[in-house]
């Protein structure tokens, strides 16, 4: 295995909330509209300081789509995965984009989004404005 690079990102940054490893700028997020099975998750155009595993075909709530997760150079935490292409032809935008799961990252002022079983309960929305 070589040697790891991690570059540190200017600007308001998104971080992985184990090791605190720059992922994203907040410039590059497409959609904060996305969700996954612990809340919140964010479309972005382009991220940093990240592995790939292996691609695999996943039944999302949009159809089926060929993804494969995206892990934190830092700790190797899983903190989301990559679209690699979709069947349907209205979904095929999100090939070549990343979603980071918000509950694996840290918002651009450092804040954390609390997954809560409760539905009454809410998350950190400090960074949503």
């Known amino acids: 295995m ?3 690079f991690v570059i ?5 940054i998104y971080s992985c909330k184990h ?3 720059h992922l994203a700028v907040r410039e590059d ?12 998750a964010y479309l972005f155009n382009k991220i940093a300081n990240f592995t790939v595993g ?11 789509h ?4 995206i892990f934190c150079v830092g700790c190797g935490s899983i903190v ?9 032809k209205s979904q095929r935008y999100k090939e070549g984009k990343f979603i980071l799961e918000r509950f694996q990252v840290l918002g651009p002022e450092g804040t954390l989004y609390y997954f809560n079983n409760n539905p009454e309960a809410s998350g950190s929305e400090a960074d949503d404005m």
């Open 2 to 4: 070589g040697r790891i």
């Open 29 to 40: 997020t497409i959609s904060k509209a996305f969700h996954c099975r612990h809340g919140k």
């Open 80 to 88: 989301g995965w990559k679209y690699v292409a979709a069947q349907e």
């Open 19 to 21: 090791c605190q490893t």
């Open 8 to 12: 540190t990102l200017e600007g308001k």
């Open 54 to 64: 292996e691609t695999e075909e996943r039944m999302m709530m949009t159809g089926v």
């Open 66 to 69: 060929s993804v494969c997760d």
